[in-house]
């Protein structure tokens, strides 16, 4: 496995890449609208759902009202999103949860968030790190891509990759947070440089500690 020197090193590198590329892109102000905004933003932009979800928010400001939504109102507020009818659904059903078995607070410990409709761990673990503070380790699709591409460790499923990470950066650490900030970073670069199946290595600023670029497949 990767050294965690040599992991600090491609954080730095990112870092400066891509200035504030290690935040959350999403814009919410509270729990509730986080956990919306990701939902959102399965398969989508976060400069799209930035779009929609001020309306959005405006006419559902909490969980309880999310809960009683109109459901074919709903969908058309999120239309542009995609998978509306299965976002819209999972909101919907989500807030009820929220509400019936929270006060529409949302739970803190990933059980429970896990438990919720349409939240799965890499959702329930971002809602843990950007809004209670807590590590996280969020492994996405770009996460697992460059983190195979990069060749940090051998393993290749979100859990073992997850598992990988909290041995590098312990949520003991006092840098834990540069977990969560190495998945915003990672995603951040798939979009932009290492893009799935066209990475343009050329212009990678990490590609020095790149197994798949030292191995010449370009
Ligand atoms: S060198 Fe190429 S494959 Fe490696 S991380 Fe950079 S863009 Fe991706």
């Not at 673990?125 to 891509?145: C, M, Q, S």
């Not at 977990?179 to 893009?195: K, M, P, Q």
Request: proline fraction near 5%; glycine fraction near 8%.
């Amino acid at each position: 496995m990767m050294t965690r020197t040599e992991l600090n090193e491609i954080i730095s590198l990112l870092r400066t890449a891509y200035p504030g590329g290690d935040r959350c892109g999403l814009r919410f102000g509270s729990a509730v609208q986080l956990l919306v905004s990701t939902i959102l933003s399965a398969q989508c932009t976060d400069v799209r759902v930035n779009k929609v979800t001020p309306v959005l928010f405006a006419r559902y400001p909490d969980a309880q009202a999310f809960a009683a939504a109109d459901i074919a109102e709903l969908e058309t507020l999120i239309r542009s999103c995609g998978l509306y009818r299965t976002k819209a659904a999972n909101i919907k059903k989500c807030c009820e949860q929220l509400t019936e078995r929270y006060g529409g607070e949302v739970p803190e410990s990933l059980d429970e968030l896990t438990e919720l409709a349409g939240t799965g761990r890499k959702t329930a673990n971002l809602v843990r790190g950007e809004w209670f503070g807590e590590p996280a380790y969020v492994i996405d699709t770009h996460v697992k891509r460059i983190w195979a591409l990069l060749g940090i460790s051998e393993s290749t499923t979100p859990e073992a990759i997850e598992k990988d990470l909290r041995v590098l950066i312990p949520p003991e650490d006092p840098h834990a947070g540069d977990a969560l900030a190495l998945s915003h970073l990672l995603i951040t670069h798939g979009r932009a440089v290492c893009v799935a199946g066209r990475p343009n290595c050329s212009a990678c600023p990490i590609k020095a500690h790149c197994a798949h670029f030292a191995g010449g497949q370009t």
